[in-house]
Each structure stands twice: as C-alpha cells, then as structure tokens.
C-alpha cells in the first residue's frame, strides 16, 4: 500500500495540501500554520508534512480509503499523523485512533 498520495499514485499539489491542513484541529497556542492536531489529538506540524521518521510528522488520508473507492475530493481527505494512518490502512469503517 503506497501512503499520502492520491488515487493514481501521484503527490497532492500544494493547493490541496494546505487545505486539508486547514482541516485539522487549531491548537490554542500555536500558530495554525505551524501547529495543528489530527482527528485523535495527534500535534502535527506543516513542516513535518511526509515525515515519517518526525513525531510529528503528518500525511493525507483518505478517509474512505482509495482500495475501498474513496477518492480525492477535499471531502474525503483529513490530516492525519503519520503513525494514525499506519494504524488506520484500509480498515473503514471500523477504525479508531490508535491508544
């Protein structure tokens, strides 16, 4: 399974980054376009965009993941931290945020 790219396999274009950036939870404290939480509470940083190898490190989901037929409209798409979406794969829809 290849992770944060779109249903043909390419990169999101930057446009479509930020806004589903835009989507994840402001942190009260932070700057919204530096820090923002995943759908678990996992912080993110926009830096860390595909950095698996960050804590925190974030990429695009796919909700309805794309080997179920989700596609790419914004609707579809959340922020999510790395290690959330690893744990998410294609289980919809009984996924939970990992403990």
Wanted: aromatic share 10%.
């Amino acid at each position: 399974m290849r992770y944060n790219t779109t249903t043909t396999n390419g990169a999101f274009d930057q446009a479509t980054l930020r806004a589903v950036w835009n989507k994840g939870q402001v942190v009260p404290g932070y700057s919204p376009e530096v820090i923002r939480k995943d759908v678990c509470g996992k912080l993110m940083s926009w830096a860390d965009y595909g950095k698996t190898s960050s804590n925190l490190g974030w990429e695009v989901d796919h909700i309805k993941p794309k080997a179920k037929g989700g596609g790419d409209e914004l609707s579809n798409l959340q922020p999510l931290h790395w290690t959330n979406n690893r744990s998410k794969g294609d289980n919809y829809p009984n996924w939970s945020c990992a403990a």
